[in-house]
Structures are given as C-alpha cells and as structure tokens.
C-alpha cells in the first residue's frame, strides 16, 4: 500500500524554467510534508517542508505548495539549474508516529538541461 | 547542520555471512535513529525504528531476527544483516532526528551486495 505516491518517475526541465514535482497521499493522518534530493549512492538532504496547517511555504528558489482536500502537494523550483538534477522525494509524518518517522514516495528524477 | 556517517560505504560478502553497518551522529546526540533500505529505482522503506536503551521496533515483514539492530549510545547504532542471501543486497541508509522532530539528517548510505 503506497501511502505517498509520485506518479512522474522523471521529469526534463530547461534551465531557467520552472520545475514542478508531484506528490499524492492518502493517509488523511500525514500532517507534515517534506521533500528531499538525492544523489546517486548518497543519503537524501532535506530540502523543505510544510505544516498541514498551511498551504505554501518558500525558501529560495524552492516553494512548497499543499492541497489538504486534494491531498496533493508540489515542489515548485525557479528558476531551474544544471545543479538540481537529482532525485526528489516526497515524505510524510503522521499524527501519533514515532518521533520523525517518514513516509516515502517512489522519487522523481529531475533532469536540467544547460 | 548536523552530519551522520555511515560506515562502511560500501560492502560486497558472501552467501551466509554477517554485515555489520555503523550508524554515527557526529555532532549530536540522537536517542532514536532509522534504517532505510532503497532497492534501485524504488523509494527508501523504512525498516526499524533503533531506540538507545530499548530494542528496535520493526516494521511489518522485517525479520528481527534477521536484520539484528543495537543502539548501544546516543551517537552510535548497528545493522546487522545475518546470513546474508544475494535478495538482501540494497542500498542501507540511517537517519536521526534533527532539531525540528520531523527532518531526519540521512547518512551517505551503505551498498551491500552478496554475492
């Protein structure tokens, strides 16, 4: 049972231009979201994250968007650069969890052409 | 920010054998780490819940018996794979809470491969 989904396993992006990462849930108890990157044969680094009691959190050139009814949220960057390329992930805490236990989805390979 | 190791990066054994992987919090102290394993194209699963001072807690279809976890400090705990078959050959991956309860720092992962 996949609890969070990413439906794109890779998405192409100019460099310059927006990229947008998908993520899908279904546990109605997920109440805080993070997206991370990864490289190949390294550990994920946290990228950003949002509360269920919001719906858009920026940092940067990276802003988080979530859609509670949809129970959808998405990773906007812009602009996009050759350095992003990477695998993201989507993770989920829930209520009544262990202490930062995650829910992770498939990925997204991400590549920026020059 | 904080920094986990993992050691060893990288591991091939043969059929049968043991593998011990170290998990560190080089700067902090974590009562509670988490062992990921990612087969190739797949999403890191969560596998165990390493809790310092208690047994680990292990998510469904994770033979305990198997994938032996101890969290003898608060900065250090150990996978170990027993009688490793070639189907546990992953990509091993801990983490520790960092100071928001939910980020985890990951470590840099360890490639097991049995041959």
């Given amino acids: ?114 | 920010g904080a920094v986990v190791s993992q050691h060893p990066s990288r591991v091939i054994c043969k059929s049968g054998t043991s593998v011990k992987i170290e998990c560190r919090s080089l700067d902090f102290q974590a009562t509670t780490m988490f062992w990921y394993r990612q087969f190739p194209k797949q999403s890191l699963m969560l596998m165990a819940t390493s809790n310092e001072g208690s047994k680990a807690t292990y998510e469904q279809g994770v033979e305990k018996d198997k994938f032996l976890i101890n969290h003898a400090s608060l900065t250090l705990s150990t996978l170990t794979v027993t009688s490793a078959h070639p189907e546990d050959s992953s990509f091993y991956i801990c983490s520790a809470p960092g100071g928001n309860s939910y980020e985890q720092y990951f470590g840099p992962g360890t490639r097991l491969t049995v041959t």
């Fill in chain 1, 1 to 114: 049972d996949q609890q969070v989904k990413q439906n794109s396993p890779s998405l192409s992006v100019q460099e310059g231009r927006i990229s947008i990462l998908n993520c899908d849930y279904t546990n109605s108890m997920f109440d805080y979201f993070l997206w991370y990157k990864k490289y190949p044969a390294e550990g994920p680094t946290f990228l950003i994250s949002i509360s269920s009691i919001k719906d858009k959190n920026e940092d940067g050139r990276f802003t988080v968007f979530l859609n509670k009814s949809a129970k959808h949220l998405s990773l906007h960057i812009v602009p996009s650069q050759p350095g992003d390329s990477a695998v993201y992930f989507c993770a989920a805490s829930a209520r009544g969890t262990s202490y930062g236990k995650l829910t992770f989805g498939q990925g997204t390979i991400l590549t920026v052409h020059p």
